[in-house]
């Protein structure tokens, strides 16, 4: 009897356990099989993966130079990262054009986005939020209305030359203040007067502490998000108080020009800005949850748009050093058009098609998203292999760009690889800035500010200077190499530089465009 009662409850106890051994081994097998998908790429270690083979420097050219022994899509690891990247144009756009409503998502930053809880768009994952913002951004960015911002762009740009004329030694720094000082104008309409404004001070503060929290493998958190849970005063939290000093300097980022901004509307000093135009266009009282997605939407345009546009002025800068017969060419088309005799503004940019050119090469020579990350919250299969969701998407906007096969003799400046000479049966090469500032949903709103933006600093700087070395103490000219910082916007080293009047007449002319345009 006793028997009876045991037997059926052994069968059930074995059933049981048979049930939870089969059903362990298929999902294992199936998720060893999912991981036998993914895309090749180097031999990781036990729990680390590929963290010690993950380059720290001069990151771009390394990834592309791993492409070329695992092909245009391969695989790291590094400890709980997933890493694709994307060394080849057609898979770029199939992944974030084609598949954009997968692919459109940011990577996960602990640091920033739960830590230090920055929620500008440029981190933003893809959804509803996002794209309130992005609509936000687009009554800022349109094709329809880039013209209205020519003369403030036009106005910027020349006190930008008229700057260095009167502390040539200055000239990076001054870069920097014009690129800051335009959106500042544009967005809040405030007058950012010189490059020692506190402004100034606060937006370079907001770009270096974004860039510090987000330089991948500096925080623990990044790679273990539990540890966000940690509370500040805890020993080892010191990142919760970085993370609390920084959140504090960012916000007084996004909240100080704003308020001067509402403070002039308040006086009835309206300047005509984006600030202004979306506080007015409302007679209600503005919600707070409004004035803070207008005030997200300003820096997010601030840090999308003022790092970027210096970095290459920056660059241009460094290349003319390198290359003084580009630069020779360039200003002898210049006066070809204008004779010296006026200042070259937004109107006459179709006049100037090697200079049209010189930028192409510059925005190809050194792309200035060198790695474009993005991501998806699912597992997707593209050509056969695993992308698993939440693996950090990377294209190599800078391996396509110093591809040989598209862009022979990549790693020299050339502006003539995009000019049409039928005699010879020369095709322009690629188009750089049909691809430089990204592919689908997320890609650049800025693009045409930001392009017309470097085609004035460039042209006006043409114009008005020689850019030429600084010399060492024995007199001998110093040609700084041509390096750049790591980290997500490609900024060349410091580096030293001069500049020549090209004529006193120039400076006149640029001092009378300077006031009709005020
Ligand atoms: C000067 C040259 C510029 C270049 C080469 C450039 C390039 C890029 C690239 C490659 C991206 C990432 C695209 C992606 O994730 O697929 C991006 C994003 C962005 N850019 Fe630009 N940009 C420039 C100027 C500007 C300007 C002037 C502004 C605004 C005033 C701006 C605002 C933004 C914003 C807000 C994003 C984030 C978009 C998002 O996350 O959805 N950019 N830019």
């Known amino acids: 009897m006793q028997m009876g009662v045991e037997s059926p409850l052994i069968f059930l106890t ?17 998720t060893r099989n999912k991981w036998a998908l993914l895309p090749p790429g180097p031999r990781g270690l036990p729990f680390i993966g590929n963290l010690l083979q993950i380059p720290r420097t001069n990151t771009p050219r390394a990834f592309a130079a791993m492409s070329c022994q695992y092909g245009p899509i391969y695989y790291l690891r590094a400890i709980n990262r997933h890493f694709i990247l ?19 998502h940011r990577p996960r930053f602990p640091m920033v986005q739960e830590v230090i809880k920055r929620d500008t768009m440029l981190f933003m994952n893809y959804g509803p939020a996002y794209r309130n913002s992005r609509r936000l951004v687009s009554t800022f960015l349109n094709a329809r ?6 003369p403030a762009q036009e106005l910027e740009s020349v006190r930008f030359v008229l700057a260095v004329r ?11 203040w014009t690129a800051t000082a335009l959106i500042i104008r544009l967005v809040y309409g405030v007058e950012v007067s010189d490059k020692d404004d506190a402004l100034v001070h606060l937006a370079a503060d907001f770009g270096r502490l974004t860039g510090e929290a987000t330089t991948p493998g500096r925080w623990l958190v990044d790679a273990f998000p539990i540890l966000r849970h940690v509370p500040a005063w805890l ?68 840090s999308g748009g003022s790092d ?35 200042v070259p503004s937004m109107r006459d940019r179709d006049q100037f098609p090697y200079l ?32 698993p969701k939440d693996a950090w998407v990377m294209v190599n906007m800078w391996g396509l760009m110093h591809d040989e096969k598209r862009y022979p003799d990549p790693d020299t400046f050339v502006p003539e690889r995009f000019e049409t000479d039928s005699a010879a049966g020369r095709v322009p090469q690629d188009d750089p800035l049909e691809i430089v500032f990204g592919f689908g949903r997320r890609s650049c709103p800025g693009y045409l500010l930001g392009l017309s933006s470097v085609y004035l600093n460039v042209v006006h700087l043409l114009f008005a200077f020689e850019i030429v070395p600084a010399k060492d103490e024995a007199g001998t000219d110093i040609i700084p190499p041509i390096a ?7 900024h060349p080293k410091p580096f030293q530089c001069n500049v020549r009047e090209r004529s006193a007449a120039r400076m006149t002319l640029l001092e009378h465009a300077l006031h009709s345009l005020q």
């Open 14 to 30: 074995l059933f049981s356990v048979g049930s939870i051994v089969v059903v362990t081994l298929v999902s294992w097998r199936k």
């Open 86 to 104: 994307i060394n080849d144009l057609d898979m770029a756009r199939t992944l974030f054009e084609k598949r954009g409503a997968t692919y459109s």
């Open 145 to 150: 209305i880039a013209e209205k911002y020519w």
């Open 166 to 176: 009167k502390a040539p030694h200055d000239l990076l720094e001054l870069t920097r």
């Open 235 to 302: 020993p080892g939290a010191g990142f919760k108080r970085w993370a609390m000093r920084a959140k504090a300097r960012m916000d007084a980022f996004a909240c100080v020009p704003y308020e001067m901004a509402k403070d002039k509307i308040a006086k009835g000093e309206i300047t005509p800005c984006w600030t202004a135009e979306k506080l007015l266009e409302t007679t209600e009282q503005l919600t707070e949850q409004r004035e803070k997605e207008i005030q997200h939407t300003a820096t997010s345009m601030y």
């Open 308 to 342: 970027t546009t210096y970095a290459m002025v920056e660059t241009f800068i460094l290349l003319m050093l390198h290359y003084p017969a580009v630069q020779k060419k360039a200003q002898a088309e210049i006066d070809r058009v204008t004779g010296g005799a006026w």
């Open 356 to 387: 049209a050119c010189v930028i192409k090469e510059l925005f190809r020579f050194s792309p200035v998203v060198p790695l474009v990350p993005h991501s998806l919250h699912q597992d997707d299969i593209f050509e056969g292999y695993l992308i």
């Open 484 to 490: 750049f910082k790591d980290g997500h916007v490609a």
